[in-house]
């Protein structure tokens, strides 16, 4: 079973370029979310979504957006990359209610 | 605000020897509480969770893991470390009606 599948899982990309970090998972859980991982600091909480059609803001949304047109979709946009945003991103879902995350293997961006 | 503290960011246990990595919750009510496991390169595993009921709680693995409301503790446990527990841990917690917010990780490293 694929479970969450995110593209791409390495990315190299010049500053002020945009980007979309995909996000599918096969589950039909309602709740989707991406994080980023930094050393040192764990991980952080960009965007979340509760259901289809609906989407929040977490710890450090700027600079990203995020849309839910469906229940297996959640990209995540970078419309202006800057290097700051250098990270490996984490996108993962739960059926809402349980806490209980499954992740995916992670994007690794890299903004010069 | 709501938070999770991992105290210890790098422990190193020998082969065979017991390990507690500590977590400590910032909440008003008792939240939901988790705790995953990252191997290098990789996405996160959930260990176990504490919802409610018995506050001792066993994982996979052989990871175990006690709710001390009056400590606002989370503390991991292991009888007996293998090399293979070598990894990143993160203590989670979940507010009500949002999603989880991660401690910023305990990197344990086993010596033979």
């Known amino acids: 079973t694929a479970g969450i599948t995110q593209a791409p899982t390495s990315q190299i990309l010049a500053a002020g370029r945009s980007m979309t970090l995909r996000c599918t998972q096969d589950m039909r859980h309602n709740a989707m979310y991406w994080y980023r991982q930094d050393l040192g600091l764990g991980l952080r909480l960009i965007h979340y979504?509760?259901?289809?059609?609906?989407?929040g803001k977490g710890e450090v949304p700027d600079g990203y957006s995020v849309s839910r047109a469906n229940t297996d979709d959640f990209p995540l946009t970078l419309a202006s990359a800057v290097p700051s945003q250098t990270s490996v991103y984490f996108c993962a879902s739960s059926q809402q209610g349980t806490g209980e995350l499954f992740f995916g293997e992670g994007s690794r961006l890299t903004v010069l | 605000a709501q938070s999770v503290t991992q105290p210890d960011i790098h422990i190193t246990v020998s082969e065979g020897a017991s390990l507690e990595l500590r977590c400590n919750y910032s909440y008003g009510a008792t939240p939901y509480l988790f705790w995953y496991v990252q191997s290098p390169g990789q996405g996160l595993q959930l260990l176990l969770k504490y919802f409610s009921g018995d506050t001792l709680v066993q994982g996979i693995k052989g990871f175990e893991a006690e709710f001390k409301r009056s400590q606002s503790s989370f503390n991991l446990r292991k009888p007996s470390v293998h090399w293979s527990d070598a990894a990143e841990y993160f203590c989670a917690v979940v507010p009500a009606g949002t999603a989880l917010i991660f401690g910023k990780g305990t990197t344990l490293s086993v010596s033979s």
């Open positions: 979504s509760n259901t289809a059609g609906t989407t």
